[in-house]
């Protein structure tokens, strides 16, 4: 009983997402428990129930709305509702994918901050985390870094402190098993999140995102080119899937069609199933795939196989 105390009485999880709790009139903390379970915010209403029960909460609530998250205990999420409603927060949602501009234009568009500020934050503002030493202070250094997420804010939080936030929430990512996988695939901490960053802009369906790992993990180990066409979208600033002969001709170091390994930094913000894709990734033969109009994709272990993917599927 006490093991099973000690677990339901721990947060969810150790990162994890934040909710809004409305609390009506009448609501009660029964009723609360179970609106906490059901978004997977703790881990067993019972034992909420009870916890409530001990300290009266019932006779203490507030109606309004409450910013709860994942990451706090029940006893944490309690002492916040008897403490009353919070000033109601912003959410603020940042895809998978979004380039650093993009996640900037999406936090000026919520009115907190503006461009330029962000712009300076990024570039001379410091940040002390380990992952981001011996990168160049400059506009680019916290490309991939800040992480895609659904973020609750107050207005009047400062624009340092939400990209602070972002990387704070990356930083969950890098667990010691994590690291320890790095060190075994030879594998740098950015360049993971390099990598990441294609694989997460490259696949079309969830399946296909180890696979596609995999395929660029082989194209680097023999020295092939990664030949990645969200690269080529990246520095032409489009969203086109196919590029042609003069596209992929366009010089920049972040081309890799035209450039050997990865390019000099993320190219966009990879998710959590991007950034696991890359160290889980699966081993085949393959060093060739082609998307299909569905999104998914088909792979390929020689150019002439790849040639007839190419013909039949990109009609």
Same mark, same amino acid.
């Given at each position: 009983m006490a093991a099973w105390w000690y677990w339901a009485t721990q947060p969810y999880a150790e990162s994890g997402k934040? &909710?809004?709790?409305?609390?009506?009139q009448g609501m009660n903390a029964s009723q609360i428990a179970q609106e906490l379970e059901r978004r997977q915010l703790i881990r067993n209403a019972w034992a909420f129930r009870f916890l409530a029960s001990q300290q009266k909460v019932d006779s203490k609530l507030y109606a309004g709305e409450?910013? !709860?998250?994942?990451?706090?205990?029940?006893?944490?999420m309690i002492q916040k509702l008897i403490a009353g409603p919070e000033v109601a927060a912003t959410r603020i949602t940042i895809p998978e994918g979004y380039n650093t501009?993009?996640?900037?234009?999406? !936090?000026?568009?919520?009115?907190?901050? #503006?461009? &330029? &500020?962000y712009q300076k934050i990024i570039a001379k503002d410091t940040f002390e985390y380990a992952f981001l030493q011996g990168i160049p202070?400059?506009? *680019?250094?916290l490309d991939g870094f800040l992480f895609p997420d659904t973020y609750f804010v107050d207005q009047k939080t400062s624009p340092h402190a939400i990209i602070d936030m972002m990387l704070k929430r990356f930083e969950k990512e890098v667990t010691p098993e994590v690291q320890t996988r790095l060190k075994e695939m030879n594998l740098s901490l950015r360049d993971w999140v390099n990598l990441s960053s294609i694989v997460e802009k490259e696949t079309g369906k969830e399946v296909d995102r180890p696979i596609i790992a995999?395929?660029?993990l082989n194209r680097l180990r023999i020295g092939m080119p990664?030949?990645?066409?969200? #690269?080529?979208?990246?520095?032409?600033?489009?969203?086109?899937?196919?590029? *042609?002969l003069e596209d992929i001709k366009v010089q920049s170091p972040y081309n890799t069609y035209i450039n050997k390994g990865l390019p000099p930094g993320p190219i966009a913000s990879p998710g959590h199933a991007s950034l696991d894709?890359?160290?889980?990734? *699966?081993?085949?033969?393959?060093?060739?795939?082609?998307a299909k109009k569905d999104g998914s994709s088909v792979f390929a272990k020689t150019h002439e196989e790849q040639l007839r993917n190419q013909a039949k599927y990109l009609e």
């Open positions: 934040s &909710e809004i709790i409305a609390v009506t409450y910013l !709860l998250s994942a990451e706090m205990s029940p006893q944490e501009a993009q996640i900037i234009d999406q !936090l000026v568009s919520k009115k907190i901050g #503006t461009k &330029e &500020e202070a400059d506009g *680019t250094r995999g395929v660029f990664l030949q990645s066409d969200a #690269t080529v979208a990246y520095v032409l600033g489009t969203n086109k899937i196919i590029h *042609t894709a890359v160290i889980n990734s *699966t081993k085949t033969d393959y060093l060739y795939f082609v």
